[in-house]
């Protein structure tokens, strides 16, 4: 060969292997995509290759950039990073698929027909319900369970509150752990009426039905846990807070996983337990790419709507009742000690004034200037206004915005007028902290996190209740919701690098929405619907 004739296949071989283009296995173009970055920005098109976002940018150029397995026209939609619901009940829901559905009764009839109906279709020997609520009733007291006695004498009910924090039970239930009105307990209520027990316990005497009727089977449990991947994905989540679980089902969750059935991303907090405290403490967090073990969740007090939440001064609709704390100080304390001594991150349940303060001051005096902890106060309800000097990135705030839409028909009843304003109060916790950590608490609430958004931001009910919205000047903005459903609660779990935005080397979690929810009508915004759902570039769900 001579000299012309090499250097011209030299010149052709470099424009060969100058021309040869990376490979990407997704493209996503003619979209409207908020990346939730630093800046806020939006971008038209990205590509995605191994599960992360690979780049950001005009389709264009993307095309001439990379060789594209496959393409996904958009057709002009909003494209947000998959949300994080940070602080919601993943098992529970899928627990609750298997039993008896009370959320939306009005009255305690129709909570009867639903248990006989259900009772007539699946025959078990204990049956078990949640979701009911007193505060939605003509009648707004606790139940009694006289009815239940009657219509099953023989066969344990037990029915809970739609917070958790209450439980109804008949006599046969009763019976079966050995209440009376003798049996002792700390931190809630056995009710007595006349002398009589009512069927009405209030937190930790729940305990004790909750060790029987927690006590099923593991296709059961792994039944449920894929019920509510399901329902999970269909609202547009990724990634889920489950507040509350134990080793066993900690480690289903991780088997599941590893047998890319469960695909869905679990920031798992662990419940205040010794079994759960003694492993995990000794071994230190356990992380995948789907599953994350880095905290403990402990409850403070218990609810307002049970009247369970510690307060200050007493309630304003019950005098001389202040509510209780679950667990006595001096063990929250050395929990809370012990904790700060290994790499966990802390997340207390706090809804009355009290408990907040009393997680709060506690947090503060162990933590002082250990930086990037990033403990977390579980709801953040009802603040005392000299307390929320302690918030900050280092003590954040984890709230759930439907709770305010829920609660506002009767939180003043409870709080009074003054007190009423530290409570729901999102935009002032958001301006202490810097951020604010949003989720559902489902089963508690709906699913649903166009609900969280549109509580967040209008502070209404979707019958536009109150004109005005309540308390709207603690409403947030459209911005700091999305951030918070997204980036902010990445960051309460440690895992803002990896994912809760549209960047470049993060998990390619992100939803196709049927509207764009940073601009439409507010009032729209609860009949969103997610077209698909893609969890490390792979579509998991499709509307």
Same mark, same amino acid.
């Given at each position: 060969?001579?000299?012309?004739?090499?250097?011209?296949?030299?010149?052709?071989?470099?424009?060969?292997?100058?021309?040869?283009?990376?490979?990407?296995?997704?493209?996503?173009?003619?979209?409207?995509?908020?990346?939730?970055?630093?800046?806020?920005?939006?971008?038209?098109?990205?590509?995605?290759?191994?599960?992360?976002?690979?780049?950001?940018?005009?389709?264009?150029?993307?095309?001439?950039?990379?060789?594209?397995?496959?393409?996904? @026209?958009?057709?002009? /939609?909003?494209?947000?990073?998959?949300?994080?619901?940070?602080?919601?009940?993943? $098992? %529970? +829901?899928?627990?609750?698929?298997?039993?008896?559905?009370?959320?939306?009764?009005?009255?305690?009839?129709?909570?009867?027909?639903?248990?006989?109906?259900?009772?007539?279709?699946?025959p078990v020997d204990f049956i078990v319900g949640r979701g009911w609520d007193q505060n939605d009733w003509e009648i707004k007291e606790f139940p009694v369970k006289d009815t239940l006695d009657r219509l099953f004498p023989d066969t344990p009910v037990a029915i809970t509150r739609i917070d958790g924090h209450a439980m109804l039970v008949n006599q046969a239930a009763l019976d079966k752990v050995n209440i009376t009105t003798e049996t002792k307990f700390e931190g809630g209520d056995i009710e007595q009426k006349n002398g009589e027990l009512t069927g009405i316990l209030i937190d930790n005497p729940m305990i004790l039905i909750e060790k029987i009727t927690d006590?099923? @089977?593991?296709?059961? /449990?792994?039944?449920?846990?894929?019920?509510?991947?399901?329902?999970?994905?269909? $609202? %547009? +989540?990724?990634?889920?807070?489950?507040a509350g679980l134990d080793k066993e089902i900690v480690e289903i969750i991780d088997s599941l996983n590893n047998s890319e059935v469960l695909k869905i991303r679990i920031y798992a907090m662990l419940s205040n337990t010794k079994e759960n405290l003694d492993h995990y403490l000794e071994k230190g967090p356990y992380k995948t790419d789907r599953l994350n073990v880095r905290s403990v969740k402990f409850y403070g007090d218990g609810a307002l709507g049970s009247r369970g939440a510690a307060l200050k001064e007493e309630y304003s609709d019950r005098p001389d009742h202040f509510g209780a704390l679950l667990s006595p100080v001096s063990e929250f304390k050395a929990t809370a000690a012990r904790i700060a001594k290994s790499e966990f991150q802390m997340n207390t349940h706090a809804i009355g004034d009290s408990a907040n303060y009393l997680v709060l001051k506690t947090y503060d005096s162990l933590l002082g200037d250990r930086k990037d902890r990033r403990w977390r106060v579980e709801h953040s309800q009802v603040i005392d206004e000299k307390d929320f000097k302690y918030f900050s990135k280092n003590i954040i705030p984890s709230v759930q915005p439907t709770h305010a839409t829920s609660d506002m028909y009767w939180a003043e009843d409870r709080l009074g007028e003054e007190r009423i304003r530290g409570a729901y109060a999102y935009?002032?916790?958001?301006?202490?902290?810097?951020?604010?950590?949003?989720?559902?608490?489902?089963?508690?609430?709906?699913v649903n996190p166009f609900l969280t958004f549109y509580a967040a931001v209008d502070r209404q009910d979707t019958k536009n209740y109150p004109e005005g919205g309540f308390m709207k000047d603690q409403a947030l903005s459209r911005e700091e919701t999305l951030k918070g459903m997204t980036i902010w609660a990445a960051y309460s779990n440690f895992e803002?690098?990896?994912?809760?935005?549209?960047?470049?080397?993060?998990?390619?979690?992100?939803?196709?929405?049927?509207?764009?929810?940073?601009?439409?009508?507010?009032?729209?915004?609860?009949?969103?619907?997610?077209?698909?759902t893609f969890v490390d570039g792979e579509q998991v769900y499709k509307n």
């Open positions: 060969m001579n000299r012309i004739a090499t250097l011209l296949l030299l010149s052709f071989l470099m424009v060969s292997c100058g021309s040869q283009k990376e490979k990407a296995d997704l493209l996503i173009f003619n979209a409207s995509i908020y990346t939730v970055d630093d800046e806020f920005s939006k971008a038209s098109a990205f590509t995605v290759k191994d599960g992360k976002f690979q780049e950001v940018g005009d389709v264009e150029i993307l095309r001439d950039k990379y060789d594209i397995y496959t393409e996904v @026209d958009a057709e002009g /939609k909003a494209v947000f990073p998959g949300f994080i619901d940070a602080h919601a009940h993943f $098992y %529970g +829901l899928g627990m609750q698929q298997q039993r008896v559905d009370l959320t939306g009764t009005k009255s305690f009839e129709e909570v009867v027909t639903r248990i006989v109906e259900f009772q007539q279709k699946n006590d099923i @089977d593991i296709d059961t /449990k792994v039944e449920s846990l894929m019920d509510a991947q399901e329902i999970s994905f269909s $609202y %547009g +989540l990724t990634t889920v807070d489950d935009k002032k916790l958001l301006k202490q902290a810097g951020i604010v950590a949003l989720g559902t608490d489902f089963p508690v609430e709906q803002e690098k990896e994912k809760g935005s549209i960047e470049p080397g993060k998990f390619a979690d992100f939803i196709i929405l049927d509207r764009d929810i940073m601009k439409v009508e507010i009032d729209s915004v609860p009949d969103t619907k997610v077209i698909s």
